[in-house]
C-alpha cells in the first residue's frame, strides 16, 4: 500500500520543462493508494504556470483510490502556460486502474480549468467514483484550448460510473473557452452512468463562447448510452 497523511498537501508544477509534480502510485505496485489531509489542512493541486509539461496530479495505477480531506477543502487548478510551449500544465486526481474504485471525500471540491495554453485542464477522474463533500462542488471551465474542468471516467473511451454526493450546491460554469461537465471527455463515445444527489441547488450556467458550455453526461459529438440521476433536495 502506499499511505500519504499530512495536515496539509500542496502539489504544484514547475516553471521550466518537463518539472511535474506527483504523488504517483505506479503500475505493479501492489495495495491500495491512501492520502488523507486532517487537520483542518488543504489539498491543492496547481499545475504549472510556465514551462510544458509541468502537470500536478495525484495518480494510482495499481488497487483502489482514497482521497480522504473530510473537513478540509480540495482545490485543483489547470496551468496558464502559452505557445511556444506544448502545455500539458494539467492538474488531476485520477485513478487508472478500471477494475477499481476512487473513493474521494472533502468539506468542499473545487476545479478550475486553466486560464490560458493548451491541455491545462482540472480533473477527478476514474471509471469508477464514490465522491461525497459536507459542502459545495464547483467545476469552472478554463480560457485556453482543452482547458476544461471535469469529474468523470480517465482518458478517451472509457466509461464514466460516478456517484457524487454533494453536502452543499453542485454548480457547473463553462469558462471564456472550454466547459465544465460531469461525464465523459469531450470526444464522448462512453457510457455515462452518474448519480448525484445534492443537499442544495444543482446549477449549469453556459460559458462565453461556442463549445464552453457545462454539461452532464455526453458531449453532444458522441452521446452513448448511461443512465443519470439529479437529485436536488
Known amino acids: 500500500?502506499?499511505?500519504?497523511?499530512?495536515?496539509?498537501?500542496?502539489?504544484?508544477?514547475?516553471?521550466?520543462?518537463?518539472?511535474?509534480?506527483?504523488?504517483?502510485?505506479?503500475a505493479g505496485a501492489f495495495g491500495n493508494q491512501t492520502v488523507t489531509v486532517n487537520g483542518g489542512g488543504t489539498l491543492s493541486i496547481q499545475g504549472g504556470l510556465a514551462g510544458g509539461d509541468n502537470f500536478a496530479r495525484i495518480?494510482?495505477?495499481?488497487?483502489?483510490?482514497?482521497?480522504?480531506?473530510?473537513?478540509?477543502?480540495?482545490?485543483?487548478?489547470?496551468?496558464?502556460?502559452?505557445?511556444?510551449?506544448?502545455?500539458?500544465?494539467?492538474?488531476?486526481?485520477?485513478?487508472?486502474?478500471?477494475?477499481?474504485?476512487?473513493?474521494v471525500n472533502a468539506d468542499t471540491i473545487t476545479v478550475n480549468g486553466g486560464s490560458a495554453g493548451v491541455s491545462n485542464f482540472a480533473g477527478i477522474q476514474a471509471v469508477h467514483q464514490a465522491i461525497t463533500t459536507t459542502g459545495d462542488v464547483t467545476l469552472t471551465g478554463g480560457a485556453g484550448s482543452v482547458t476544461g474542468a471535469r469529474i468523470g471516467g480517465f482518458g478517451t473511451g472509457n466509461p464514466t460510473d460516478l456517484v457524487l454526493n454533494v453536502g452543499g450546491n453542485l454548480t457547473l460554469s463553462g469558462g471564456?473557452?472550454?466547459?465544465?461537465?460531469l461525464g465523459s471527455n469531450?470526444?464522448?463515445?462512453?457510457?455515462?452512468?452518474?448519480?448525484?444527489?445534492?443537499?442544495?441547488?444543482?446549477?449549469?450556467n453556459p460559458g462565453t463562447s461556442p463549445g464552453a458550455d457545462s454539461r452532464i453526461g455526453s458531449p453532444a459529438v458522441s452521446v452513448a448510452g448511461g443512465d443519470i440521476w439529479l437529485n436536488s433536495l
Do not use: C, K, W, Y
Not at 471564456?176 to 461537465?181: D, I, K, N, V, Y
Not at 469531450?186 to 448519480?195: D, K, L, S, W
Open 1 to 26: 500500500d502506499q499511505n500519504v497523511t499530512a495536515s496539509s498537501i500542496n502539489i504544484v508544477g514547475g516553471a521550466e520543462a518537463n518539472n511535474f509534480a506527483q504523488i504517483n502510485h505506479q
Open 176 to 181: 471564456s473557452e472550454t466547459g465544465a461537465s
Open 186 to 204: 469531450r470526444f464522448g463515445g462512453a457510457p455515462t452512468n452518474i448519480n448525484v444527489t445534492a443537499f442544495g441547488n444543482i446549477t449549469l
Open 59 to 103: 495518480r494510482n495505477d495499481a488497487g483502489n483510490q482514497n482521497v480522504n480531506a473530510a473537513g478540509s477543502a480540495i482545490i485543483l487548478t489547470g496551468g496558464s502556460s502559452v505557445a511556444p510551449d506544448t502545455g500539458n500544465n494539467f492538474a488531476r486526481i485520477e485513478n487508472r486502474n478500471a477494475a477499481t474504485q476512487q473513493m
